[in-house]
């Protein structure tokens, strides 16, 4: 067994799912870890600052035991653009605004869409197949602060995107922030523990 699997098997059976483990050229060891998603739950809980404390403490001994070298260890909560990257996730997180990058251009031509583009953002929707997924966004300009906009303007026409998991190569929660101080429907953002081998 690799020690990602290991850290992977720890992680769960502390009761948690690890949603990203990175390791840096420098040293860096990025845990990222989540509570497992309940849609039965009346409300949603969120990683705190003790939990990635319990997490930090239990993968340092288990990085000793298995001889791994690393510099720093870095356990935190996934943040507000946090990556997709399970079936789960979408359904968890769909009628949210997701930024996704495909591993292709779509190369559409006669629509509004440019045939080069790979980036795109928008709500995440079931598609209406029920199998594959797709996100729906308006091209519409934001409107400025203090900027008339004439009732007699037509909006943009609303656009979707249907795709399948092989199609993406990266997928995220947008971060969308108000300046009110308060995340538009994300999670808060939990400090990471770090500790040094």
């Known amino acids: 067994m690799s020690w990602q699997e290991t850290v992977t098997q720890t992680i769960t059976g502390l009761g948690f799912d690890l949603v990203d483990l990175e390791r840096s050229v420098g040293g860096l060891l990025r845990v990222t870890i989540d509570l497992p998603w309940d849609p039965e739950a009346a409300e949603e809980r969120f990683i705190t600052v003790e939990d990635c404390e319990r997490v930090t403490r239990q993968l340092q001994y ?16 996934p943040g507000i653009d946090r990556p997709l990257r399970h079936d789960a996730d979408f359904v968890r997180f769909t009628g949210q605004v997701i930024d996704i990058v495909l591993r292709a251009p ?3 031509t006669g629509t509004g869409v440019a045939a080069t583009r790979k980036k ?9 197949d029920g199998q594959r997924w797709q996100i729906v966004w308006s091209d519409e300009p934001p409107v400025k602060p203090g900027q008339r906009v004439s009732k007699k303007r ?3 026409p609303l656009q979707a995107l249907v795709f399948e998991w092989s199609e993406l190569q990266q997928a995220r929660l947008a971060p969308l922030v108000s300046f009110k101080g308060r995340t538009a429907g994300h999670m808060p953002v939990p400090r990471a523990a770090e500790s040094s081998s």
């Open 106 to 108: 779509i190369g559409a």
């Open 120 to 128: 795109f953002r928008g709500v995440l929707e079931r598609a209406d």
């Open 154 to 156: 037509e909006p943009a």
């Open 62 to 77: 288990l990085l000793e035991v298995e001889a791994v070298d690393y510099k720093r260890l870095e356990v935190g909560s």
